[in-house]
């Protein structure tokens, strides 16, 4: 029972490259989110999906695309990256909308 | 809005000495108030969940309560181990929360044996 898991663990993007953050669970948890973490801003909200088939954007959604593959499967896509978004990324689900959140172990992304 | 603000932002303790963590919080109907221990590296793990100004949760050396206002997050005789950033987050019951967590900034817990 691994949890949620992302990839890649680490990347390095240059400005105007493009890629898509994975993220997996294996709870059977309904609710899925991708965070963003930066030094003095604490997490905050991208996008969430409160089930299969439904994704909502956040507190900070611009530059971002997300799609929920399946029950399983949330990825983010960053369509031209910008120094901005330089941050460490955690996904996180929980069984229902307003249940306890269950982080992944993160993607270190850095945009030069 | 809601907001999360989490005190002391950093707190030094020996090994076995006893202390708090503040959480303080205004939000627009409290669905959930959440306590995660985050280590260098990692993503936050899930502690506790307080639903109610009076309950209390423990877990080993930790006991979270509630009051309407504030959590505190209460360490008893910690050890090394117990070193991390500790966060709290709370789940309003607004229109447009959607089961958002809003964060503090996490309160850094180093023990010294």
């Known amino acids: 029972n691994a949890g949620v898991t992302q990839t890649p663990k680490f990347q390095v993007l240059k400005t105007g490259q493009s890629m898509t953050l994975q993220c997996a669970q294996d709870?059977?948890?309904?609710?899925m989110y991708w965070y963003r973490q930066d030094p003095g801003m604490g997490l905050r909200l991208i996008y969430y999906?409160?089930?299969?088939?439904?994704?909502d954007k956040g507190e900070v959604p611009n530059g971002y695309n997300v799609s929920r593959l399946n029950k399983r499967e949330f990825s983010l896509r960053l369509e031209s990256a910008a120094p901005s978004q330089t941050s460490v990324y955690f996904c996180?689900?929980?069984?229902?909308?307003?249940?306890?959140?269950?982080f992944g172990p993160g993607t270190r992304l850095t945009v030069l | 809005e809601d907001q999360v603000t989490q005190s002391p932002e950093a707190l030094r303790l020996q090994e076995g000495e006893s202390s708090s963590l503040n959480c303080s919080y205004t939000?627009?109907?409290?669905?959930?108030l959440f306590w995660y221990r985050q280590d260098p590296g990692k993503g936050p793990e899930f502690l506790f969940t307080?639903?109610?100004a009076g309950e209390e949760k423990e877990k080993e050396r930790l006991k979270a309560t509630l009051t309407k206002k504030e959590s505190f997050l209460h360490i008893t005789a910690p050890k090394p181990e117990d070193s991390a950033t500790y966060l709290c987050?709370?789940?309003?019951?607004?229109?447009?929360?959607?089961?958002?967590?809003?964060f503090g900034q996490g309160t850094i817990l180093t023990v010294h044996p």
């Open positions: 307080l639903y109610s």
């Open positions: 999906s409160a089930s299969e088939g439904t994704t």
């Open positions: 939000v627009s109907g409290l669905r959930g």
């Open positions: 987050a709370v789940q309003g019951a607004g229109g447009t929360s959607y089961g958002k967590l809003t």
């Open positions: 709870m059977n948890h309904n609710s």
């Open positions: 996180a689900s929980s069984r229902l909308l307003y249940n306890e959140q269950f």
